[in-house]
Nanobody, 115 residues
Framework: QVQLVESGGGWVQAGGSLRLSCTATGIIFRANTMTWYRQAPGNQRDLVAQITDSGRTNYADSVKGRFTISRDNAMNRVYLQMNSLKPEDTASYYC?????????WGQGTQVTVSS
């Protein structure tokens, strides 16, 4: 059964750091492009950071230099290291796995950044 489970969200003051993780089961993890999205209430779900099956990374302009995505294929896990957090980073963060036409989503983890 396919399952993506995020963890690591929480409350942090502006300027602080959090590390999100997403553990995947039921997929050939190394064949998937892994992406972190986020969605604040009333907003659309936007790409935050992406790492392909070959290790190429892509970031939203708003998080470049602050966030780092990485993956550990041996553990079927993708991470999002978030530094220098800002209140505008507050959102639910979702893990996505895509391989060709197949796309799977995690349940989300809440990140709240206070000023």
């Amino acid at each position: 059964q396919v399952q993506l489970v995020e963890s690591g969200g929480g409350w942090v003051q502006a300027g602080g750091s959090l590390r999100l993780s997403c553990t995947a089961t039921g997929i050939i993890f190394r064949a998937n492009t892994m992406t972190w999205y986020r969605q604040a209430p009333g907003n659309q779900r936007d790409l935050v950071a992406q790492i392909t099956d070959s290790g190429r990374t892509n970031y939203a302009d708003s998080v470049k230099g602050r966030f780092t995505i990485s993956r550990d294929n041996a553990m079927n896990r993708v991470y999002l290291q978030m530094n220098s957090l800002k209140p505008e980073d507050t959102a639910s963060y979702y893990c996505n796995a895509r391989s060709g036409p197949l796309s799977r989503w995690g349940q989300g983890t809440q990140v709240t950044v206070s000023s």
